[in-house]
């Protein structure tokens, strides 16, 4: 195919933001369109429905090895990576990254493999880092790289790490992207350079893909050093990616994170850890006190005991609770006759 491929990526306020750009798109615009949008994986599948009632072009989730054309958009639906390849589409359960399913990174770097420099990136609002290693995949490959211009933003993160760590050729507000882009897709592209870092893209595309064969491991990891941290998704090795631009990691099941996206998992995964402590001390407790009923059934020795046994556990639990909910303010709740869940539960929610 001739022509460029635009891809485009958000999260935190994308749905309002890729709106104002679509509708910017002309009837005739020459070039299929790619967008990932962060989804839950029990999202109801009707974003490309949203996004099209504002659209001069056909707006669709696409099936599995669709042929793609110009003149559309197409939308990734929930709980499937989509990625480009020579001329179709692939949807694709690959592992999740940066905690998400679809993620803008391999929509990105399937396309930059794909279509080289024919390739325009486009990162858009969101939290984190998502969409910055694949805009850097496509600009190693001759693309053309654009971010929203963070000011705009309604979670500027995004754009923001983006332009931190790639060259950037378009940074500007969503009104200007339209003509930018029907510009790009009209003008002349040159070939790609030679790049150190397109065996690492292909690598990383086919473990999306969900193609990467076991024996790839071997040279997977020529291009990895083991990080000596685990997997938040699946507690395995974590291995740190020969790119010296980001720091990024990858698990032998596949799932990648970036340090940020890591440290923020790690961080969830301490919350659910003292939320299970919590949990366990709080049962410790509550089964002691019923062992105490009826008070004639137990020895002196054994209610001492339990008594026992009943302070520490309270002691510990009501530790474990100001980790878990000092930021909030909450009172640690008294241990009665029963699990005390209620105000655990209001603290996640």
């Keep these: 195919m001739k022509g460029r491929v635009i891809v485009i990526g958000a999260s935190h306020g994308g749905?309002?933001?890729?709106?104002?750009?679509?509708?910017?798109?002309?009837?005739?615009?020459?070039?299929?369109?790619?967008?990932?949008?962060?989804l839950g994986a029990g999202s109801l599948g009707t974003l490309a429905q949203a996004l099209g009632r504002?659209?001069?072009?056909?707006?669709?989730?696409?099936?599995?090895?669709?042929?793609?054309?110009?003149?559309?958009?197409?939308?990734?639906?929930?709980?499937?990576?989509?990625?480009?390849?020579?001329?179709?589409?692939?949807?694709?359960?690959?592992?999740?990254?940066?905690?998400?399913?679809?993620?803008?990174d391999p929509l990105f770097r399937s396309a930059a493999v794909a279509y080289g420099p024919a390739v325009v990136g486009v990162v858009l609002t969101g939290d984190l880092d998502d969409g910055t290693a694949g805009l850097m995949a496509v600009k190693d490959r001759g693309g053309i790289a654009m971010v929203q211009d963070p000011s705009e933003a309604i979670a500027p993160s995004?754009?923001?790490?983006?332009?931190?760590?790639?060259?950037?050729?378009?940074?500007?507000?969503?009104?200007?992207?339209?003509?930018?882009?029907?510009n790009l897709?009209?003008?002349?592209?040159?070939?790609?350079?030679?790049?150190?870092?397109?065996?690492l893209a292909q690598f990383?595309?086919?473990?999306?893909?969900?193609?990467?064969?076991?024996?790839?491991?071997?040279?997977?990891?020529?291009?990895?050093?083991?990080?000596?941290?685990?997997c938040p998704d699946c507690q395995s090795a974590l291995f740190t990616?020969?790119?010296?631009?980001?720091?990024?990691f990858r698990c032998r099941a596949g799932h990648a994170f970036s340090a940020r996206c890591l440290l923020e998992a790690q961080a969830r995964s301490r919350e659910d850890k003292l939320a299970a402590l919590f949990r366990c001390l709080m049962e410790e407790a509550v089964l002691a006190r019923?062992?105490?009923?009826?008070?004639?059934?137990?020895?002196?020795?054994?209610?001492?005991?339990?008594?026992?046994?009943i302070a520490k556990a309270e002691q510990e639990a009501r530790l474990a609770w100001e980790r878990l909910c000092?930021?909030?303010?909450?009172?640690?709740?008294?241990?009665?006759?029963?699990?005390?869940?209620?105000?655990?539960?209001?603290?996640?929610?």
Excluded at 16 to 31: K, V
Aim: charged share 25%; aromatic share 6%.
């Design 15 to 38: 749905v309002e933001t890729l709106s104002r750009l679509i509708e910017l798109l002309p009837a005739d615009f020459p070039a299929p369109v790619f967008v990932t949008q962060h």
């Design 54 to 104: 504002g659209s001069r072009l056909p707006v669709a989730h696409p099936e599995d090895t669709e042929i793609f054309q110009r003149g559309r958009i197409y939308v990734a639906p929930p709980d499937r990576h989509m990625l480009v390849q020579r001329g179709h589409i692939r949807l694709s359960n690959g592992p999740r990254e940066n905690y998400f399913r679809p993620a803008i």
């Design 158 to 182: 995004m754009p923001r790490s983006a332009a931190a760590r790639v060259c950037i050729d378009h940074c500007c507000k969503v009104a200007e992207m339209g003509d930018i882009l029907v």
């Design 185 to 199: 897709a009209n003008d002349d592209w040159a070939p790609p350079e030679s790049d150190a870092h397109d065996e």
């Design 204 to 230: 990383e595309t086919r473990i999306s893909e969900g193609t990467f064969d076991v024996s790839d491991w071997l040279q997977f990891e020529k291009l990895s050093v083991p990080s000596g941290l685990t």
């Design 241 to 248: 990616l020969s790119d010296e631009r980001m720091l990024r």
């Design 290 to 309: 019923r062992l105490l009923e009826p008070p004639e059934a137990q020895s002196a020795e054994i209610r001492a005991a339990l008594n026992r046994k």
């Design 326 to 349: 000092a930021p909030s303010g909450f009172a640690p709740p008294t241990v009665t006759g029963t699990c005390a869940s209620p105000p655990l539960e209001s603290h996640r929610g």
